[in-house]
Nanobody
Framework: QVQLVESGGGLVQPGGSLTLSCVTSERIFTLNSMGWYRQPPGKKRELVVRFTILVRINYADSAKGRFTLFRDDDKNALNLQMNSLQPNDTAVYYC?????????WGKGTLVIVSH
């Protein structure tokens, strides 16, 4: 059972930045894939960014140029640096991991972009 715990959400003004962190109970290199997803209010969950074991990183169009994914293997953490945040980035952000055919989700962290 892979455990994922997100942190770093909060209230930020438009144009601001936040860094989200997802700490996993497993070493990241043992996961087949890991990434960040989000669910805006009243909408379906959507991809933000993910990487696969082949070290391929896929960003959603909405994240390209503003968001950066980076790993801290010493802390088993997958971090998401988010810049130039806008109100439509408001969502619950979830961490997802895949290992040996199993899919695992964290409980999410809320990001609100507002004045």
């Amino acid at each position: 059972q892979v455990q994922l715990v997100e942190s770093g959400g909060g209230l930020v003004q438009p144009g601001g930045s936040l860094t989200l962190s997802c700490v996993t109970s497993e070493r990241i290199f043992t996961l087949n894939s890991m990434g960040w997803y989000r669910q805006p209010p009243g909408k379906k969950r959507e991809l933000v960014v993910r990487f696969t074991i082949l070290v391929r990183i896929n960003y959603a169009d909405s994240a390209k140029g503003r968001f950066t994914l980076f790993r801290d293997d010493d802390k088993n953490a997958l971090n998401l640096q988010m810049n130039s945040l806008q109100p439509n980035d408001t969502a619950v952000y979830y961490c997802r991991g895949i290992k040996n055919g199993g899919e695992y989700w964290g409980k999410g962290t809320l990001v609100i972009v507002s004045h």
